[in-house]
């Protein structure tokens, strides 16, 4: 058990472009979350997967951000035409079904700045 | 989901016993209580979950009285590696698609002096 693995560590982009961001969970954990944070504010809950599915999205994931778990291992986030406000960090958790009171297990995240 | 209310800050010397205390009014029958503790630049990390009573690890114990509509966690004789946010979360089990997300508020930033 190696833990949650986020990549990459730092991303630094231009207003417009697209970025990727990649999550390995830990290897038996079929639920995988995305949260994102800012400075001085709590993570904020993004969207939630059970293996393959995503049920659950959060309003604050506008039309540009696009998240998949295409094989109910690995997760990607994506955002699209990145904006300054989407300058964050972006933190993938995940938790093992045998645990039904969903203790989390975060990566260390991966820190976006838009210029 | 139940909201939480937490101190935003705390300050404490090293070797004390520091208790933060969060108020959760309107939790569930079915609800946990889950604190994590959050370094900067890293994701938090789980430290301690009760449902009543009392719970102890190798790390901190958690108090929630008989109404749990509060908790309190207690770090015993803390060092300056403490100095961290920590976040108290009240949730349930998963129930079905769509019925649940775990809401982190803006936490309690604990400094420790030396």
């Known amino acids: 058990d190696t833990g949650v693995s986020q990549n990459p560590r730092h991303k630094i982009t231009k207003r417009g472009q697209n970025v990727t961001f990649r999550c390995d969970p830990i290897s038996e954990h079929n639920r995988l979350y995305w949260y994102r944070q800012t400075l001085g504010q709590g993570p904020e809950f993004l969207t939630y997967f059970q293996n393959e599915a995503q049920l659950e999205k959060s309003r604050l994931l506008s039309d540009r951000f696009s998240a998949e778990r295409p094989k109910g291992s690995f997760s990607t986030l994506e955002i699209q035409r990145t904006e300054q406000g989407d300058s964050a960090m972006y933190l993938c958790?995940?938790?093992?079904?045998?645990?039904?009171?969903?203790?989390?297990?975060f990566g260390s995240g991966t820190q976006l700045s838009v210029l | 989901l139940a909201k939480t209310t937490q101190p935003i800050s705390m300050d404490s010397y090293e070797g004390q016993e520091v208790n933060i205390t969060c108020s959760h009014n309107?939790?569930?029958?079915?609800?946990?209580i889950t604190w994590y503790q959050q370094f900067p630049s890293q994701g938090p990390r789980f430290i301690i979950q009760?449902?009543?009573t009392k719970v102890t690890n190798e790390v901190a114990s958690l108090f929630i009285p008989a109404d749990r509509k509060s908790s309190t966690l207690s770090l015993p004789r803390v060092s300056l590696s403490d100095t961290a946010v920590y976040y108290c979360l009240v949730g349930g089990a998963y129930s079905g698609a769509g019925s649940y997300q775990l809401t982190f508020g803006k936490g309690t930033k604990l400094s420790v002096i030396p």
């Open positions: 009760g449902y009543k």
């Open positions: 958790a995940s938790s093992s079904p045998r645990d039904p009171n969903e203790k989390l297990f």
């Open positions: 309107n939790i569930a029958t079915n609800d946990y």
